[in-house]
């Protein structure tokens, strides 16, 4: 079983930054199985994938709005994986949650592929 929980979001100015954190409890296997991925949901939107990363680490994609402005990395050892977000804009706003899987190929960002969800953290920009 895997339980993961977000935390780091907040209000912020537009340009800001943010630095999430999902920190994994696990009882069987350890977090360098899974690989993990930041989604987000603004209201009446679909959940969209912001950036995945594969259990090495070694694989990271981003979503075509958050190239160049967000990143991905992980630290096993901790049980962390963190989403650092620069020159955040209004339409960054949303709850975001990290998710796991054991079996995604190539780490993709797809919702539906990803079994084990955090419950979320809201990120306001706005001035």
């Known amino acids: 079983q895997l339980q993961l929980v977000e935390s780091g979001g907040g209000l912020v100015q537009p340009g800001g930054s943010l630095t999430l954190s999902c920190v994994a409890s696990t009882s069987v296997l350890t977090l360098d199985y899974y690989n993990i991925g930041w989604f987000r949901q603004a209201p009446g939107k679909e959940r969209e994938g912001v950036s995945c990363?594969?259990?090495?680490?070694?694989?990271?994609n981003y979503g075509d709005s958050v190239k160049g402005r967000f990143t991905i990395s992980r630290d096993n050892a901790k049980n962390t994986v963190y989403l650092q977000m620069n020159s955040l804009k209004p339409e960054d706003t949303g709850v975001y949650f990290c998710?796991?899987?054991?079996?995604?190929?190539?780490?993709?960002?797809?919702?539906?592929?990803?079994?084990?969800w955090g419950q979320g953290t809201q990120v306001t920009v706005s001035s």
């Open positions: 998710a796991a899987d054991r079996w995604v190929v190539q780490a993709m960002c797809i919702a539906s592929e990803y079994d084990y």
């Open positions: 990363i594969s259990n090495s680490g070694r694989i990271t």
